[in-house]
């Protein structure tokens, strides 16, 4: 519903990014020298030219991913293997599998490269690009070239559980061992900073709830993060950071793994393709907010066609937003009464007597309304969107209706 800020736009850009590569880099079994970039910084110490002291941990060698390894063709030996050659081995795993899932992913990671190395540069991209239809055919791909439902769903699993692993170093584990607890604690700090840093405060999918970030005493809340393409179907997508979208727990449930697209917060919203509106159930009485008089009703209007205009009514049907906002009438009526009380006189009375508070009659009216006015600030606080689109309609409203004598007649 409410578009949202890319990391590219954030003032620590490069902050965000270095985390973000370090957290990424915890997670894969690609060779950290094809991720850290030249320059490369993060606060540990970690730089590009010291990629040889980057603790990047080989698989467990359980059973069964012995047998896995076996099962591509590569084989450790009998004797106990070095960090180094499990390692080695864990990106020979990681390039088959790739190879297997998808021909075309392969050539954009692995052309020109030897002995299980990626293009650094390609790698990045493929982390970074927008997952939109239109990103990602910037990079050679198109969403039909990997369909959601095929005769390679085992090598998706493995992809995802072997090879992008989110898992190991985004999301929450229960730790089973010391070194286990420890990854999840720094996991789970990572994890809390990166959010902190988008910035997002307002669920952008309803745009109904909080998601802000909160540490105290050791313990944190923060937002859920959504894969705009759910990981299990696209994989390759499970860590780029354009696919992580920062959401409340309700919708990122609602949403789960569901087929039809959704607006794309990093570059869509909803915008006057969709209005909030209140419709009387009696007369226009109902919309000076009055509780004696009869409740108006909370309704979607959609204007256009084409994809967009479906992803808008997708996002709707999925999120339930209709219903959802219509539980939200007691505060709908607070609007509408504060709406129809607070006249221009007001405002000017208002911005008249206090100067030194208001940098103009917007700001008097936003503070009366207890939202934005401004379409690129709907996303700062819950509800933004309805009170900008209902305070837009009763603009129209009372400018043609005298509500004063239908005032009178009620009465």
Known sequence: MIKI??????????????????????????????????????????TQKDVSEYDRNAKRRTDN???????????????????KIKQENDAKLAQKMIEKYSSA???????????????????????????????????????????????????????????????????KKIE????????????DDNIFRLVEMLGVSVCPYCNRLFTTTVSKSGKT?????????????YPFLALSIMNLVPSCAVCNNIKGNKKDEVLYPYEEEMGDNCTFYV????????????????????????????????????????FKLEDLYNSHTDIVSDLLLNRYICTDKMIDDIYEN???????????????????????????????????DISSQLDKEYAKIKLIGLLNKKE
């Open 279 to 318: 419709e009387p159930k009696d007369d226009y009485t109902a919309l000076t907010g009055a509780k004696r008089f009869n409740k108006t009703e909370i309704k979607l209007k959609f204007v256009g066609n084409g994809t967009k205009e479906e992803r808008v009514k997708n996002s709707v049907n999925i």
């Open 354 to 388: 206090f100067r030194e508070l208001f940098q103009n009659k917007q700001e008097v009216r936003e503070t009366l309304l207890m939202g934005k006015l401004d379409k690129e600030y709907l996303g700062e606080r819950p509800l933004g969107k309805l009170i900008h």
């Open 65 to 83: 991913y012995i047998k896995l390894l076996s099962d591509y063709g590569i084989t450790e030996g009998k004797s106990k293997s070095t960090q």
């Open 221 to 233: 809340v923060r937002p859920q993060l959504d894969h705009y393409r759910d990981k299990s179907d």
């Open 105 to 171: 992913l392969h050539k954009f990671l692995y052309e020109g490269c030897k002995d299980g190395h990626v293009d650094p540069k390609k790698l990045r991209e493929l982390l970074t690009t927008s997952v939109s239809e239109t990103g990602l055919k910037k990079i050679g791909f198109s969403i039909t070239d990997f369909p959601a439902d095929d005769s390679n769903n085992t090598v998706r699993q493995q992809l995802l559980k072997y090879v992008f692993r989110y898992e190991d170093s985004f999301s």
């Open 176 to 187: 089973k061992d010391d070194i286990q607890a420890k990854n999840k604690a720094e996991n």
């Open 5 to 46: 800020k890319p990391y590219t736009e954030l003032t620590n850009k490069d902050e965000f990014f270095n985390l973000y590569l370090y957290m990424v880099a915890k997670a894969v079994p690609f060779y950290p020298e094809d991720i850290f970039y030249e320059g490369y910084y993060y606060e540990n110490g970690i």
